[in-house]
Nanobody
Framework: QLQLVESGGGLVQPGGSLRLSCTAS???????IGWFRQAPGKEREGVSC???????YYADSVKGRFSISRDNTKNTVYLQMNSLKPEDTAVYYC???????????????????WGKGTLVTVSS
């Protein structure tokens, strides 16, 4: 099974930026990869997704501020987060359905492989 590892989380002030990385144990070339987040006391929600054709999708709450990209040569997907707000504070996970050429999906229930997450805290 594909193993995913997130990195890049940390503490940042409001208005700041972070770049998260999701690195896989094998090739990501043929899979859609999504970023999800879970804030304390809230359900896990989809944030962004990139498919094999590099089409990208974003939740309304992050549109214009977050950008997802992939580097298949490094088996890595990135999430660039700008203009961060306190409400972006959460554990961020990358995940995939791990089905060849699947479309992007924002439901956590559709994902079959998950990383362990990286904590992002936005606070002054």
């Amino acid at each position: 099974q594909l193993q995913l590892v997130e990195s890049g989380g940390g503490l940042v002030q409001p208005g700041g930026s972070l770049r998260l990385s999701c690195t896989a144990s094998g090739s990501l070339n043929y899979y859609a990869i999504g970023w999800f987040r879970q804030a304390p006391g809230k359900e896990r929600e989809g944030v962004s997704c990139i498919n094999t054709g590099r089409s990208t999708y974003y939740a309304d709450s992050v549109k214009g501020r977050f950008s997802i990209s992939r580097d298949n040569t490094k088996n890595t997907v990135y999430l660039q987060m700008n203009s961060l707000k306190p409400e972006d504070t959460a554990v961020y996970y990358c995940a995939t359905e791990a089905r060849l050429f699947s479309v992007c999906k924002f439901s956590p229930d559709d994902m079959n492989s998950w990383g362990k997450g990286t904590l992002v805290t936005v606070s002054s």
